[in-house]
């Protein structure tokens, strides 16, 4: 059974102020969304993941028409693309954490699966990471070439940007977005050693 509106803004809030204590999420530049009813929940613009509040959603349907007053956040665009090309797909985060800013880049990554998988959890959380070429942020190009890509891989690293990562749930998408980020940091660490034996 479908979960009630007020119980998926509930975890989208401990999500949110979990990653933010962190320092996993900074400012006011992340976001994150959810689906209800057919109809697409996602942080208003401005908002903060450090003090996010049951008001700040902003609500549009799956063609972005929006209901109410409440302005998304500039990024929605990518979580649209996300739901309409994953079926099973019922959250999206999209956060600048350090060390998967950091992995994207770097020069010649393999651009439909640019996450070395050093421990299983990766693939068993998420699948295969594909890297998107750097658009200004907010940005129709972004989005263009957000949405030609989206089919290619389960999870994404906007180049110089951050991941975006979707799930069954809100849940879903942030264990599955811990899962990223750890193995950029420990993909970050082998590779320090790497360059410094050489």
């Not at 880049?105 to 070395?116: H, I, Y």
């Amino acid at each position: 059974m479908d979960q009630s509106v007020e119980k998926k803004i509930k975890d989208a809030i401990w999500v949110a102020k979990s990653l933010f204590q962190r320092g996993k999420a900074t400012g006011s530049v992340a976001n994150l969304s959810f689906l209800h009813e057919g109809k697409m929940y996602v942080t208003a613009t401005g908002t903060c993941f450090g003090n996010l509040k049951h008001e700040e959603f902003a609500v549009l349907d799956m063609d972005g028409r929006q209901y109410g007053d409440i302005k998304p956040s500039k990024e929605w665009p990518l979580h649209l693309s996300v739901y309409k090309a994953k079926p099973n797909a019922g959250a999206v985060l999209h956060v600048h954490s350090t060390y998967s800013v950091l992995w994207s880049c770097l020069p010649g990554l393999n651009e439909s699966d640019c996450m070395p998988d050093h421990t299983p959890y990766l693939k068993m959380k998420l699948g295969t990471v594909g890297l998107i070429p750097y658009e200004q942020p907010g940005s129709q190009e972004l989005f263009t070439v957000f949405e030609k890509r989206v089919n290619a891989s389960d999870g994404w690293l906007l180049s110089h940007h951050g991941p975006v990562v979707p799930g069954k749930s809100i849940m879903e998408a942030f264990f599955a977005l811990e899962e990223l980020e750890e193995s950029a940091h420990i993909a970050w660490e082998l590779r320090k050693v790497k360059v410094n034996t050489e």
